[in-house]
């Protein structure tokens, strides 16, 4: 068993990643109904509004997983959230996943929440692997996940249906052993 009880304050440059206030809600509200963030994370469009807030202000009490709102220090307010969650005993890994909403994107703020929640997770954890997927038609955050060291293992063939087109997802990891050497200026073996 992992325990993520601890909700840290991970300050970058652009970003500072923080456990989610109630008074975030109308932030990541507008994340989760942007067109965008639909298409990309095969999101439906329709949902509980009582139950989404529901689900946000119980994020800070789960012990088995680990929710951070993505705050962009040039604005106010909260452009995204990082994830990490579905703890794989046997593997001792986890599954990594970000949302950007329309304020946030384009900016490198993705890239830098990723890089920042990636070493605390193996900084602060036992972690040996963190995985995620990624729908083909997302190069952008294919592009994020490979600058903070993720790689390709395999493809879930017609993962989801996107306007009558199938569409394949990309299974990505790092592990422990890659964070630390790309940490320590040496180049991956693997």
């Given at each position: 068993m992992i325990d993520l009880s601890y909700k840290p304050h991970l300050?970058?440059?652009k970003v500072i990643l923080r456990p989610f206030l109630e008074s975030d809600f109308p932030y990541i509200e507008e994340c989760?109904?942007?067109p965008e963030v639909l298409k990309l994370t095969g999101s439906d469009p329709s949902y509980d509004r009582e139950a989404v807030l529901h689900w946000y202000?119980?994020?800070n009490d789960?012990?088995?997983r680990?929710?951070?709102a993505i705050i962009d220090t040039n604005q106010e307010g909260v452009v995204g959230e990082v994830v990490a969650n579905s703890y794989e005993a046997e593997t001792e890994s986890m599954n990594f996943r970000i949302l950007i909403g329309p304020r946030g994107r384009d900016r490198g703020l993705g890239t830098e929440a990723t890089q920042l929640f990636v070493n605390h997770l193996f900084t602060a954890s036992p972690l040996r692997e963190i995985t995620?997927?990624?729908f083909d038609f997302n190069p952008r955050a294919r592009h994020v996940y490979e600058k903070a060291g993720f790689s390709e293992y395999g493809i879930e063939k017609d993962e989801l249906e996107f306007e009558g087109e199938r569409i394949d997802s990309i299974l990505m990891s790092i592990t422990r052993d890659v964070w630390q050497e790309r940490r320590n200026g040496m180049r991956p073996t693997s």
């Open positions: 300050v970058g440059g989760l109904k942007d202000t119980t994020r789960q012990t088995d680990l929710d951070l995620l997927s990624v």
